[in-house]
């Protein structure tokens, strides 16, 4: 299995941004798809998941803001962004799972388990895509 993220870019505050993570190799019928970031000198932070019903999940941070979804034809991960601030500047990863990745996810968002404890079951990770917010 591979991911690898795209679409990342500088944006003004107030922008809209779509990021896409292509995924290959996978094989699995109940699955996990998410997205992280990463900004410097922060630790990293989930933001959105999907599993293999379509079932969207969302952190506080992003929740209104940001839309995941997933193009199975062509095996895509879409992060759409929106209403973009300089606090939004990250690094954005997308990893792939299995379906327990999302539950233990989901936990996270709200708050019950750490991002440590809650990411091992997602096995790949994609290089990241650098997003900057400024004027």
């Known amino acids: 299995v591979q991911v690898a993220e795209s679409g990342g870019g500088s944006v003004q505050p107030g922008g809209s941004l779509t990021l896409s993570c292509r995924t290959s190799?996978?094989?699995?019928?109940?699955?996990?798809l998410a997205w992280f970031r990463q900004a410097p000198g922060k630790e990293r932070e989930g933001l959105a998941s999907?599993?293999?019903?379509?079932?969207?999940r969302y952190a506080n941070s992003v929740k209104g803001r940001f839309t995941i979804s997933e193009a199975s034809a062509n095996h895509t991960l879409y992060l759409q962004m929106s209403s973009l601030r300089p606090d939004d500047t990250a690094m954005y990863y997308c990893?792939?799972?299995?379906?327990?990745?999302?539950?233990?996810?989901?936990?996270?968002?709200?708050?019950?388990?750490?991002?440590?404890?809650?990411?091992?079951?997602?096995?790949?990770w994609g290089q990241g895509t650098q997003v900057t917010v400024s004027s």
């Open positions: 990893a792939a799972g299995t379906s327990g990745a999302c539950i233990t996810i989901q936990r996270y968002y709200a708050g019950r388990l750490d991002l440590e404890d809650a990411t091992p079951k997602f096995g790949r």
């Open positions: 190799g996978y094989t699995y019928v109940n699955y996990c």
């Open positions: 999907i599993d293999q019903d379509g079932d969207t």
